[in-house]
T-cell receptor
Framework: NAGVTQTPKFRVLKTGQSMTLLCAQDMNHEYMYWYRQDPGMGLRLIHYSVGEGTTAKGEVPDGYNVSRLKKQNFLLGLESAAPSQTSVYFC????????????????FGAGSRLTVL | EDKVVQSPLSLVVHEGDTVTLNCSYEVTNFRSLLWYKQEKKAPTFLFMLTSSGIEKKSGRLSSILDKKELFSILNITATQTGDSAIYLCAVPKNSGGSNYKLTFGKGTLLTVNP
């Protein structure tokens, strides 16, 4: 019962460095999302994908890129990290559709804590 | 712009107390409201509410929606230390016919002391 797995769990970067966060889900979910969580800000959507090969911008997409080459994987990239990107990043996935088996019932990963110095 | 406002932002109670958490929203074309619980790491789904006045219940937790006044409450009775968590309220953002992007509130941090 792996669910949603994020790697790495922790990472420290220097300003200007690049990195990729990997999210993998084994539930055959159509939709995948990347959120960031900052103190006092709640969860904010960075990018999302409604299917293999498709991605779209969320609320706070600047400074991030994503790719979904395979249905089960969703990658979040930081090309040139900035201190403002210090945050906890959550990947989530869901089925398509509505109701309790639908798109709003998210399964989250355990989070990746990123610190940019 | 869609808004989801939770109150209080934090709350400290003693075991056995009953708590009420609030979530108000302003969303065009409202369809549903969801509650999630976030303990140490990943948020987990609690309830989905779509109709006014119909209580959803799971053990000591219950929730109800008021679509006229645009709010929901989450009640926890006989609180336990294991209820300590951040409780998140979320509403789907309706744009272009889609409803899969959630707008989250800032959350309520509940601390239950023994």
């Amino acid at each position: 019962n792996a669910g949603v797995t994020q790697t790495p769990k922790f990472r420290v970067l220097k300003t200007g460095q690049s990195m990729t966060l990997l999210c993998a889900q084994d539930m055959n979910h159509e939709y995948m999302y990347w959120y960031r969580q900052d103190p006092g800000m709640g969860l904010r959507l960075i990018h999302y994908s409604v299917g293999e090969g498709t991605t779209a911008k969320g609320e706070v997409p600047d400074g991030y890129n994503v790719s979904r080459l395979k249905k089960q994987n969703f990658l979040l990239g930081l090309e040139s990290a900035a201190p403002s990107q210090t945050s906890v990043y959550f990947c989530a996935s869901s089925y398509a559709g509505t109701g309790l088996s639908g798109a709003n019932v998210l399964t989250f990963g355990a989070g990746s804590r990123l610190t940019v110095l | 712009e869609d808004k989801v406002v939770q109150s209080p932002l934090s709350l400290v109670v003693h075991e056995g107390d009953t708590v009420t958490l609030n979530c108000s929203y302003e969303v065009t074309n409202f369809r549903s409201l969801l509650w999630y619980k976030q303990e140490k790491k990943a948020p987990t789904f609690l309830f989905m509410l779509t109709s006014s006045g119909i209580e959803k219940k799971s053990g000591r937790l219950s929730s109800i929606l008021d679509k006229k006044e645009l709010f929901s409450i989450l009640n926890i009775t006989a609180t336990q230390t294991g209820d300590s968590a951040i409780y998140l309220c979320a509403v789907p953002k309706n744009s272009g016919g889609s409803n899969y992007k959630l707008t989250f509130g800032k959350g309520t941090l509940l601390t239950v002391n023994p």
